[in-house]
């Protein structure tokens, strides 16, 4: 079994601020974690990916996140928040191996205050 | 280009209802995914396939819903009836949902 927990349903940050969004994962075995945008009226976009291999991972639009397996996070970060990131964000883990049955979580609302 | 089209983009229809909603895939996909989000229960994957076969439909709601891979770029997910509790959007994701389609905006009147 697998979950994703996404801590904050709705964060605001000022423009030019640091980004945070907090995700925890649950999973039985070495997880495929990624982070995903959804602009409104629009299908999720995703940002970056974790799979194997360097547990800092580079994302589109300046995001990234790290994995961290002794506190089972993989939160989202952004140094220096623009207007245009303001969406909903979310988090969602897979089995490894592939791509399927990943679940997401219930995604947090993310406003930037100019 | 790995893109997701969708049609239609929005759908309103009333109780009783068919409805059919189409996903086709751009190219270099193996895998096809149907979710389903609303406010209430988040986004929720009803069946995926994997090479144009179903893997896992384990999420479909109920034997209303059903859906279709005829080939390895299109997909149709059937609602027959519809209900109003049906209204969502409807996404499609290809490539193991690395690409999200716009979804259909799905209303049951």
């Known amino acids: 079994a697998q979950s994703v927990t996404q801590l904050g349903s709705h964060v605001s940050v000022s423009e030019g601020a640091l980004v945070l969004l907090r995700c925890n994962y649950s999973?039985?075995?070495?997880?495929?974690l990624f982070w995903y945008v959804q602009y409104p009226n629009q299908g999720l976009q995703l940002l970056l990916k974790y799979t194997t291999g360097a547990t800092l991972v580079k994302g589109i639009n300046g995001f990234e996140a790290e994995f961290k397996k002794s506190e089972t996070s993989f939160h989202l970060t952004k140094p220096s928040a623009h207007m245009s990131d303001a969406a909903e964000y979310f988090c969602a883990v897979g089995l490894s191996g592939g791509y399927q049955k990943v679940t997401f979580g219930t995604g947090t609302k993310l406003q930037v205050i100019p | 280009d790995a893109g997701v089209i969708q049609s239609p983009r929005h759908e309103v229809t009333e109780m009783g209802q068919e409805v059919t909603l189409r996903c086709k895939l751009i190219?270099?996909?193996?895998?096809l995914f149907w979710y389903r989000q609303t406010m209430m229960r988040g986004l929720e994957l009803l069946i995926y396939?994997?090479?144009?076969?179903?893997?896992?439909d384990s999420g479909m709601p109920e034997d209303r819903f059903s859906a279709k891979m005829p080939n390895a770029s299109f997909s149709t997910l059937k609602i027959q009836p519809s209900e109003p509790r049906d209204s969502a959007v409807y996404f499609c994701a290809g490539q193991g949902t690395q690409y999200f389609g716009p979804g259909t905006r799905l209303t049951v009147l």
């Open positions: 999973s039985s075995v070495p997880p495929y």
């Open positions: 396939f994997n090479n144009n076969v179903p893997i896992d």
């Open positions: 190219s270099g996909h193996n895998s």
